[in-house]
């Protein structure tokens, strides 16, 4: 049972416009949030990361918003570039500070159109 | 520049062969991750250490895999014996007090079991 959803696997946008992508999950226990991005044939990369404790964090072109009682999250690029163009896992995770544990959704391919 | 390093970057080998994949964390860091990747299931947690002690393998078949940290430099995980369904890219991440949470990847290994 994936406690970690990413319901699109893909999703293509014009640059220039915003790309939205979505995150939901299960455990109300979860209270910290992270995004990674991944290029091929490489590891994932933190992008940008959020506490339960707030509903939106910013760092440049990237916001995530959060939205607890409907255990969702979303990651916001505006504007898109094409070197966005990468997938994107958003994972959620239980802990203390230094250790926590992550699980991860299964990904969305995003496209950035030039 | 701190950088998790994995080794092999690929790997092919038989059924039934043993295959054995290392992982250097960056140092300082406390804790290290063990992940696989598949399309399905895109980012699972196999296994993860604090200060060398295993926390959780959980995710790990047991009867098959195996994984150590022989010191605080090295982490290990073992396929044996490796079977097609392990084809996937296994990735090693780490992170520890100072790190905000976050985890930092390798590159992985790609694993291709014949």
């Not at chain 1, 979505?22 to 949030?33: A, G, K």
């Not at chain 2, 390093?5 to 295959?19: D, F, I, L, N, Y």
């Not at chain 2, 296994?90 to 976050?102: I, Q, R």
Request: some cysteine; hydrophobic content about 35%; glycine content about 8%.
């Amino acid at each position: 049972d994936q406690q970690v959803k990413q319901n699109s696997p893909s999703l293509s946008v014009q640059e220039g416009r915003i790309s939205i992508l979505n995150c939901d999950y299960t455990n109300s226990m979860f209270d910290y949030f992270l995004w990674y991005k991944k290029y091929p044939a490489e590891g994932p990369t933190f992008l940008i990361s959020i506490s339960s404790i707030k509903d939106k964090n910013e760092d440049g072109r990237f916001t995530v918003f959060l939205n607890k009682s409907a255990k969702h999250l979303s990651l916001h690029i505006v504007p898109s570039q094409p070197g966005d163009s990468a997938v994107y896992f958003c994972a959620a995770g239980v802990g203390t500070s230094g250790t926590y544990k992550y699980i991860f959704g299964t990904g969305t391919r995003l496209k950035v159109l030039a | 520049d701190a950088r998790v390093t994995q080794t092999p970057r690929h790997k092919v080998t038989e059924m039934g062969q043993e295959v054995t994949m290392r992982c250097q964390p960056i140092l300082g860091h406390n804790t290290v991750f063990w992940y696989r990747q598949t399309m399905m299931q895109g980012l699972e947690l196999l296994a993860y250490f604090r200060n060398r002690a295993p926390l959780d393998d959980s995710g790990m078949p047991k009867d098959r895999f195996s994984a150590e940290m022989p010191d605080a430099t090295l982490a290990t995980l073992k396929i044996q014996p490796s079977e097609p369904r392990d084809s996937a890219v296994y990735f090693c991440a780490s992170g520890g007090p100072g790190t905000d949470n976050e985890q930092f990847f390798g590159p992985g290994t790609r694993l291709t079991v014949l």
